[in-house]
């Protein structure tokens, strides 16, 4: 074993999942890197390049890292949430609805979401409805009140206020400044 591989175990590090495992010749478990389990004897750890090599050689998977799955635990959660939010960003959303959606406690998917994304799952949200926004301004000529009800918004004037807020100008300035689109009527000016 590389000493790399033996530091990244005692530090439990993320940045080394994936391109490796250990498994424990006392309990025939494997592990990713970035396990939260006891820290190993380093005499009683071997090392795998790949999830088939472990299983081959007989180990099984740890319940708590569970290194058989594409993404760790907390980053599945993350993954799951960010593709909630990507598909229904335009409907009503709670962060009891995500959960709910996803089978764990509210608690729990807002402390994990904000400790790897950095942010929470409503700021998440609202860079996602922002985002759909600018670009409809930009490439279409709907109404402001069709892109509000398109991101989510049900209130044409809540949804100015917010973008105001978050973008710096409103979505009539915005669409006049970056517009890609000749509205009706702009021609004769």
Same mark, same amino acid.
């Given at each position: 074993?590389?000493?790399?591989?033996?530091?990244?175990i005692?530090?439990?590090?993320?940045?080394?999942?994936?391109?490796?495992?250990?498994?424990?010749?006392?309990?025939? @478990?494997?592990?990713? !890197?970035s396990?939260?389990? *006891? #820290?190993? /004897?380093?005499?009683?750890?071997?090392?795998? =390049?790949?999830?088939?090599?472990?299983?081959?050689?007989?180990?099984?998977?740890?319940?708590?890292?569970?290194?058989e799955?594409?993404?760790?635990?907390d980053?599945?959660?993350?993954?799951?949430?960010?593709?909630?939010?990507?598909?229904?960003?335009?409907?009503?959303?709670?962060?009891?609805?995500?959960?709910?959606? @996803?089978?764990?406690? !509210?608690?729990?998917?807002? *402390? #994990?979401? /904000?400790?790897?994304?950095?942010?929470?799952? =409503?700021?998440?949200?609202?860079?996602?409805?922002?985002?759909?926004?600018?670009?409809?301004?930009?490439?279409?000529?709907?109404?402001?009140?069709?892109?509000?009800?398109?991101?989510?918004?049900?209130?044409?004037?809540?949804?100015?206020?917010?973008?105001?807020?978050?973008?710096?100008?409103?979505?009539?300035t915005?669409?006049?400044q970056?517009?890609?689109?000749?509205?009706?009527?702009?021609?004769?000016?």
């Amino acid at each position: 074993m590389q000493e790399y591989m033996w530091e990244a175990i005692i530090q439990c590090d993320r940045l080394y999942d994936g391109k490796f495992y250990y498994g424990l010749t006392t309990t025939k @478990i494997f592990c990713r !890197p970035s396990c939260k389990s *006891r #820290t190993p /004897k380093r005499e009683n750890t071997k090392i795998f =390049s790949s999830v088939s090599e472990a299983n081959t050689a007989g180990f099984r998977p740890c319940k708590r890292c569970k290194p058989e799955k594409l993404y760790a635990p907390d980053s599945e959660i993350v993954h799951n949430v960010k593709l909630f939010i990507h598909h229904h960003f335009n409907e009503p959303i709670t962060l009891h609805k995500i959960a709910e959606e @996803i089978h764990i406690s !509210p608690y729990h998917l807002h *402390r #994990t979401f /904000k400790k790897i994304v950095g942010t929470t799952t =409503s700021d998440y949200l609202l860079q996602k409805r922002m985002k759909v926004a600018k670009e409809l301004l930009k490439t279409t000529d709907k109404s402001i009140t069709e892109i509000a009800f398109k991101v989510g918004y049900h209130n044409t004037s809540h949804f100015s206020t917010v973008f105001s807020n978050k973008v710096g100008i409103n979505p009539s300035t915005f669409r006049k400044q970056y517009s890609t689109v000749t509205l009706l009527g702009d021609e004769d000016e």
